[in-house]
């Protein structure tokens, strides 16, 4: 058994689990024949941000409620470089931004999948003082009924001891 190194070329947009192969490189055949093929299978490492889908990329893009409520532009960063995604008023939870030709170039053919960005509007659950009385006044504007100050550091003091 002889060990050896070769250099391999990796096409863009290969997936986890796919073979590559690399014809007259693998063990010597029966009396001389030529050698065999080497086959390897390729294992992509995750991406911190970006998951993918085929050849889409996912990512969960979580915006504060106030953004969401009355809109924003955000300096999204993808693959390619930054991109100026507009959030528009009233964005909920899960709406999605599909950014085309971003994702992974296609492994056969040209072109390339799409970047997806899918909202996740987040609601602070630590408030201060100022902050709280800000939100009971919005509410009472928009006439919505909300628990009691009270309620709410009740409800706090149950949960601790459930």
Excluded: M
Excluded at 73 to 80: A, G, N, Q, S, V
Excluded at 98 to 120: E, I, T
Excluded at 124 to 147: K, M
Aim: overall charge negative; charged content about 30%; glycine content about 12%.
């Amino acid at each position: 058994s002889v060990e050896r190194t070769y250099s391999v070329e990796v096409p863009p947009g290969i997936d986890d689990g796919q073979t590559l192969r690399l014809s007259g490189r693998g063990a010597a055949g029966p009396r001389g024949g030529p050698s065999g093929d080497l086959n390897g299978n390729v294992r992509v490492r995750p991406h911190p941000t970006f998951r993918r889908e085929g050849d889409d990329l996912v990512h969960e893009l979580h915006v504060p409620f106030t953004q969401a409520a009355l809109g924003a532009h955000i300096d999204y960063t993808t693959l390619d470089g930054p991109e100026d995604l507009v959030i528009r008023r009233g964005t909920e939870t899960g709406t999605v931004f599909r950014l085309r030709g971003q994702g992974v170039p296609h492994v056969r053919g040209r072109g390339r999948g799409d970047l997806l960005v899918r909202v996740v509007v987040d609601v602070p659950d630590d408030l201060d003082d100022e902050q709280e009385v800000l939100l009971r006044t919005l509410a009472d504007l928009r006439g919505e009924p909300v628990a009691d100050r009270d309620q709410s550091l009740l409800s706090k003091i149950k949960s601790a001891f459930t």
